[in-house]
């Protein structure tokens, strides 16, 4: 293992040489040495090209790839979220990235086409293939975050009559034009979709048996099913592709795994980035600019901060009681982190418990009974400690405030925390916008107000 | 759309009287109204039945498996996550389910092994075909985490210098017999990878071409290699399978994407975990017992507790201060929450980061230069607002102390978030664990410092 990884680290170090020497030789443009570079370039794995790509900015990815063969500039690009695609045909201007554009699925162009300025989008349009860009036009037809968007129009037509022999024969002519051959709609002739095949299943048969006798029942979604919802049920069953239809049930495409995979890579990056009250980059860290982190950040932390305000109107309205003990301020971020940290851990689970679809909105009243009861344990072992330790440090009145309020902030902290993102869903926001920092400054506020109510009956303040 | 989900509302509702009807007749075991329920279940699609197992206890779960048909139990149970499937397997017993571990994938039967207590694994085991079990045995060889543990050992030998037509037949004979037949690994007869070829391609080429022509150079891992850096370079790549190899190079299995994608989740679903402060569940949510949701988050919540008595001993330290000026203590949870807040943005974006491969532990400078410049940005721009507001509301004393400490809380909270997710890395930690909760807690303890130095000076305290 050691020996690996300084192997390793060793190839690593002589990449990011590597990317400044392009860039340094871009510069120069000495032909020689562009030579040199490209037959390094060339000994490197795909992974390793993405990867590099990925590391940089646009302008030196764009540098890095100009190097490339046909082959595998197609095979880094096509492995580039749609955003960070746009920066490099940006970079590269639309000409010199036309015949790439032409390569790709009609569903990998539509989203790069989302995120090129209309004007490059336009020209790419323009300069296609006929059948490419009626293909790309059908999965443009569709709404944003629909299944549509996402599939490949391009499928062969497989009807059940047809001998094993001629299906056979069909693909073995079309394979190339339509998205795969392993996972085959049948359909009959006014397209209805009537059940799925496969290249092995016919493959396997005797030639002469009918397609008919060799289809399954069909999992399959409508082209106006919200992408995220139907990735959710789709990826556990481990298909390589499925049928989509349209609201008369008939065939308009092939949803795969790799665009599933894409949809939900996208969706968990979004939470995660938002339970970090930021926004999603949608481009690798290192390739942002630092204005573009700026803007990720600024309006959540701006709007959590003027929420925060909310606490300070608390401790104002109890600055009597504070002056009287001031004892009672050393505890308040103990307390307030606590009452967050519990919030924090069941908005987490159920956020996430909602993106893979283990909870669903309806399930709320159960969520919050589970997690009152998860709250009043957690704050009860935690109380009572606390109760102990401020006993012995600051005197029974003291170790009685702290005790009793951290049984009612964890209480209160996870129900809400489970609560919320569920809530979130149901208003139509995102649940992991709503979990972790919103909760924590509800629960800081809240917890103020406990903490200090508790404090002035038992001091008597 | 409101129509469908309508629809749908009503369909889940059922679904739910559904369990229930299960439940109750499981408990009566009257054979007319089994029968009933049976063709109920029948005329649910296979996603259905995994979200109802999955939104249930392990008991409940198993009462509705039972009354599946041998195709459908096994489509169910090898969508479940291992524990939950181990869940399941004690639930209806090991000789109930000893047909149907038989009929999981090597690697799969491998992970459930992992999770079922030791006697009742042997016992499984045991019962198993021959075959099964060697390759069981082969994939139980490899460290967990590794990639040997996720791969199907169950490879075709095809060899360079077959005829396409050979290759195809003999694929006809094994295609039920291998992982897949779609990605074909193709080897000497030393077992020596050589290169990978394609169903698709063998089956659009002529047939008296041989496998040698038709080759590529092999995206392959290694068996040893860790299983989770290995899914972040496949999966961008968007292959449906790649051969793993040992250290002498020779075909040990096939990695396909649907255990890729199963380690990738897993992966997320930790990290997301443990952002919040809790340990990954490992089952459905609404299928864990209340008891196993309060020992997740125990131990974090209690260490956190601890942590935060730092602040309580820092603001301990400054009471004089405090008690000169108690309007200081109405910032305490305003500054802390957003030198919090702060931190998380950067942790969360730089540990998402981490697991997408987008950032190294080699990169660490890069990253906290970029997080020092996007935190003072951040910094001074509240800083700016908290300076006017409490100018405007405390005097401009206040003003100073509030809005110099919202600009260096900002940056040091920004760059340490930055950092600790990359440090706990190379110390071989998770880099989620130390992202948000415990930066929240440090950042809450160094800001308090930095707070009560700058009030100290300004206000010459």
């Known amino acids: 293992m050691a020996a690996t990884n300084a192997a390793h680290a060793a190839h690593a170090t002589s990449i990011d040489a590597l990317v400044k020497e392009v860039t340094r030789v871009n510069g120069n443009a000495d032909p020689e040495e562009l030579t040199q570079l490209q037959e390094q370039l060339e000994q490197l794995r795909i992974s390793d090209l993405i990867r590099i790509v990925e590391r940089t900015n646009a302008n030196r990815g764009a540098m890095v790839m100009r190097l490339l063969n046909r082959a595998r500039f197609l095979a880094v690009f096509d492995a580039l979220d749609p955003n960070h695609q746009a920066d490099i045909v940006q970079a590269l201007g639309s000409e010199a990235t036309a015949e790439y554009f032409d390569q790709l699925g009609p569903e990998d162009r539509a989203q790069l086409l989302d995120e090129l300025p209309a004007e490059i989008a336009e020209e790419m349009l323009l300069a296609l293939d006929p059948d490419e860009k009626d293909a790309t036009f059908t999965v443009l037809g569709y709404e944003k975050g629909t299944v549509g968007r996402y599939m490949s129009p391009e499928v062969p037509d497989i009807y059940p009559e047809y001998t094993v022999d001629e299906a056979l024969t069909l693909l073995r002519e079309i394979a190339d034009e339509v998205e795969t051959i392993y996972t085959l709609p049948v359909v009959e002739h006014d397209r209805k979709l009537v059940g799925v095949t496969s290249l092995k299943r016919l493959f396997t048969a005797q030639g002469s048996q009918t397609v008919g006798e060799l289809i399954d029942d069909p999992v399959f979604a409508y082209a106006t099913d919200d992408a995220e919802e139907t990735v959710r049920w789709f990826l556990p069953l481990d298909l390589l592709a499925m049928p989509v239809v349209d609201e008369s049930d008939r065939l308009v495409g092939m949803f795969t795994f790799d665009d599933a995979h894409d949809i939900q890579e996208r969706e968990d990056s979004e939470d995660s980035a938002r339970s970090g009250a930021s926004e999603p980059l949608n481009r690798p860290y290192l390739s942002t600019p630092v204005l573009a982190l700026v803007r990720s950040r600024i309006v959540w932390l701006a709007v959590l901060a003027v929420s925060a305000l909310l606490t300070v109107q608390v401790l104002d309205t109890f600055e009597s009681t504070l002056e009287k003990a001031v004892v009672l301020s050393l505890f308040i971020p103990l307390l307030t982190g606590t009452g967050g940290n519990t919030g924090n851990q069941a908005a987490t689970t159920v956020t996430r418990s909602l993106a893979l679809g283990d909870v669903r909105r309806r399930d709320i009243a159960q969520v919050m009974w589970r997690e009152v009861r998860v709250g009043l344990v957690l704050g009860t072992a935690l109380g009572v400690a606390g109760f102990l330790l401020?006993?012995?440090?600051?005197?029974?009145?003291?170790?009685?405030?702290?005790?009793?309020?951290?049984?009612?902030?964890?209480?209160?902290?996870?129900?809400v925390g489970g609560?919320?993102?569920?809530?979130?869903?149901?208003?139509?926001?995102?649940?992991?916008?709503?979990s972790n920092p919103f909760i924590?400054?509800?629960?800081?506020?809240?917890?103020?107000?406990?903490?200090?109510?508790?404090a002035k009956s038992v001091l008597g303040l």
């Not at 009145?397 to 996870?414: E, F, K, N, R």
């Not at 609560?419 to 709503?434: L, N, Q």
């Not at 924590?440 to 508790?454: P, V």
């Open 440 to 454: 924590t400054t509800f629960c800081d506020a809240a917890g103020l107000i406990i903490y200090f109510l508790i």
């Open 390 to 415: 401020a006993w012995a440090v600051y005197g029974l009145p003291i170790g009685i405030v702290i005790g009793s309020t951290l049984v009612l902030v964890c209480t209160m902290s996870a129900t």
């Open 419 to 434: 609560a919320m993102p569920i809530i979130a869903k149901t208003v139509g926001a995102d649940p992991a916008v709503f």
